[in-house]
């Protein structure tokens, strides 16, 4: 799978691809959930393959995120991949009606006009660093989508100078995406003593745990981020920024998004991880808070 | 025979099937007569070539797309299949040709061929067969003779060659050829006859390696015609060519004239908005 998301990469076909994650490696955990596919689906790939990664927490989310993971593939012409879990894919939940008007149909830009034969590029460097993608059919749009490093026109070209171009073409195109506050969810007061900073189906306990911080008056609040790639550095940042620790609670043994978080942005956070192939409970997560804060565990009676 | 075309009708000639690029290939290589035959074979069909999709997986061979005027997909090595059955599945306006070589085709990308066989999708797949791997420089491929030295087997190859053409009759295929690029009109008349059959096609076009492997002599003195009394729809006469080694049969192995399921797009009744309804307050 990974050879083929680099071709796409590399040729920049968007696609969309749904990794509903179990417990790993190899065969690993194949009936139990984990949130262990981060590193691959940000990272796998031959050389420096950008992609966009999605993670839904809820059902409903699936629903809004499979949406846009094809908008936003058509719109910057990307592999996109879609960060479900076991626990999500087979769960059954009440949810809200969808209002369909509320989602607008993206489709990729197409080349406009006529073209004079020989003029088209299939990789015309422009403002955006999206370049207008032709369907076959259109006439004299003719190119070869190839996995090797090419020119504007699509040719294979491996000098430095053809490599260096159009690797920042690749990765610039994201450029809007890291600075948008789209794909986060804030929950809990605006400024508080910790911050949860979850994605996937860790939101769901992390939720229960502000709600039980709530009760017990602790400044508890949480960061679910639905854009694990690139990664939404303002508003990780801003967020960071309104808490006095954070933590990042996950399902997998080596603190895949914590590891993340602190490599692009230089920031320090606590790890909190679960790695028996078991979703965390609002309690598992609040116990760590009493840590953090050096509150002492209520005895139990 | 290769229907003549009134010249008036004559809209696209081979330089029109040609892009700029120049081809890679070492200078004697068959892949150049492969290339040009299926320019020939677009010539007798006047194929638009904004119409025309080549697919290709990794190696020598799998260049080709480049030099075609054509849209082309160089995808990764040994997937070719799954792409253009894909791109036909969705575009079943194109006229979608899968090309590439043994290494391709027979060793890593072996598993997609019974499927795309047994699938059926209108798509013509040449494959050009020089029994060695070319782009990485000379191993032994699936096709490679039984003791053949290479750099990847010192002491001989140990495995014994597979036969493509009995697998893909196997698997049910309904039309089976083979070529040789030194017989390049005959060539060019399996490749226009497997794009004008309606369902998958399959082109065995032996293309020997000048750098690697040059099998030209050889083979010379293998080949021989498929008699006109062979009966195309004999796939028992056609699963005994298949499986010759010593020698080599070229010609059509199996027609069978009507593929069995046509290829149609997408049900064009399902609306996507009105299944969505139904979850809609
Ligand atoms: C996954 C993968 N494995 C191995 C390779 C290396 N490789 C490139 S081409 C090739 C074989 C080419 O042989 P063939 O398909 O017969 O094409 P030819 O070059 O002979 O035309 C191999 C093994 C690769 N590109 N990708
Ligand atoms: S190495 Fe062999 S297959 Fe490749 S271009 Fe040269 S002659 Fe052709």
Redesign the interface.
């Known amino acids: 799978m990974g050879?083929?998301l680099?071709?796409a990469s590399m040729t920049e076909i968007p696609v969309v691809v749904v990794d509903a994650q179990r417990g790993g490696p190899s065969t690993g955990l194949p009936t139990k959930m984990e949130q262990s596919d981060l590193n691959i689906a940000v990272h796998g790939g031959h050389g420096d393959s950008p992609r966009i990664v999605l993670a839904p927490a809820s059902v409903a989310e699936c629903f809004h995120l499979t949406v846009w993971g094809f908008n936003l593939a058509e719109q910057y012409q990307s592999p996109v991949i879609i960060l479900s879990d076991y626990s999500l894919s087979f769960r059954t939940e009440t949810i809200e009606?969808?209002?369909?008007a509320k989602y607008p149909v993206i489709t990729r830009a197409q080349p406009q006009g006529e073209l004079a034969p020989?003029e088209y590029k299939r990789y015309k460097i422009n403002g955006s660093y999206i370049s207008p993608m032709?369907l076959?059919?259109?006439?004299?749009?003719?190119?070869?989508?190839?996995?090797?490093e090419h020119n504007e026109y699509g040719?294979?070209a491996y000098t430095p100078e053809a490599h260096i171009q159009m690797s920042e073409k690749r990765w610039h195109k994201y450029d809007a995406l890291r600075h948008s506050h789209e794909y986060v969810r804030h929950f809990g007061p605006e400024r508080a003593r910790v911050g949860l900073l979850c994605w996937g189906t860790t939101a769901g306990p992390c939720r229960g745990a502000v709600h039980l911080a709530a009760q017990e008056e602790i400044a508890l609040s949480m960061l679910q981020v639905q854009m694990l790639w690139p990664l939404p550095e303002d508003a990780i940042v801003a967020f960071i920024d309104s808490v006095d620790i954070v933590l990042v609670p996950e399902v997998n043994y080596l603190g895949q998004f914590a590891k993340l978080v602190q490599g692009e942005l230089g920031v320090r956070v606590k790890s909190l991880t679960a790695y028996g192939g078991v979703p965390f409970t609002r309690f598992d997560i609040l116990r760590k808070v009493h840590e953090l804060l050096g509150i002492a565990e209520p005895e139990l009676v | 025979m290769t229907p003549t075309i009134p010249l008036e009708k004559v809209t696209y000639k081979a330089a029109d099937y040609k892009t700029?690029?120049k081809p890679i290939w070492c200078p004697g290589c068959g892949d150049f007569a492969v290339l040009a035959a299926i320019q020939q074979a677009l010539v007798a069909l006047q194929i638009d070539?904004?119409?025309l999709?080549?697919v290709s997986g990794?190696g020598c061979s799998s260049r080709l797309?480049?030099f075609v005027?054509?849209?082309?997909?160089?995808?990764?090595?040994g997937?070719s299949l799954p792409a253009a059955t894909g791109?036909k599945l969705a575009?079943p306006?194109?006229t979608v040709m899968a090309i590439g070589g043994d290494g391709d085709y027979f060793s890593i990308g072996i598993g997609h061929l019974p499927h795309a066989v047994r699938r059926d999708v209108n798509i013509t797949c040449i494959v050009m067969d020089n029994e060695i791997y070319g782009l990485t420089k000379g191993q032994t491929s699936p096709t490679s003779p039984q003791g053949h030295v290479t750099k990847s087997t010192p002491s001989g190859n140990q495995a014994q060659p597979l036969h493509p053409l009995a697998i893909i009759l196997a698997s049910g295929a309904s039309f089976v050829a083979r070529g040789f690029s030194s017989q390049p009109k005959q060539l060019a008349e399996m490749i226009r006859l497997g794009m004008q059959h309606p369902g998958f096609s399959f082109i065995h076009a032996m293309s020997p390696c000048v750098t690697f492997y040059d099998t030209y002599k050889l083979y010379k003195e293998k080949i021989y015609q498929i008699p006109d009394s062979h009966d195309v729809r004999d796939r028992d006469a056609a699963m005994r060519y298949a499986l010759e080694s010593e020698r080599m049969p070229l010609g059509i192995l199996y027609h069978e004239p009507s593929a069995r399921v046509p290829t149609s797009a997408a049900p064009s009744n399902f609306n996507t908005?009105d299944y969505?309804a139904h979850?809609?307050?």
Not at chain 1, 137 to 148: F, I, R, W
Not at chain 2, 69 to 77: D, I, M, N, R, S
């Open positions: 050879e083929a680099g071709y009606p969808f209002d369909l020989k032709a076959p059919g259109m006439p004299n749009a003719q190119y070869t989508a190839t996995g090797l040719n294979p | 700029d690029l070539p904004k119409d999709a080549i990794i797309p480049g005027q054509a849209y082309g997909l160089h995808t990764v090595h997937r791109l575009r306006d194109l908005l969505l979850y809609q307050a």
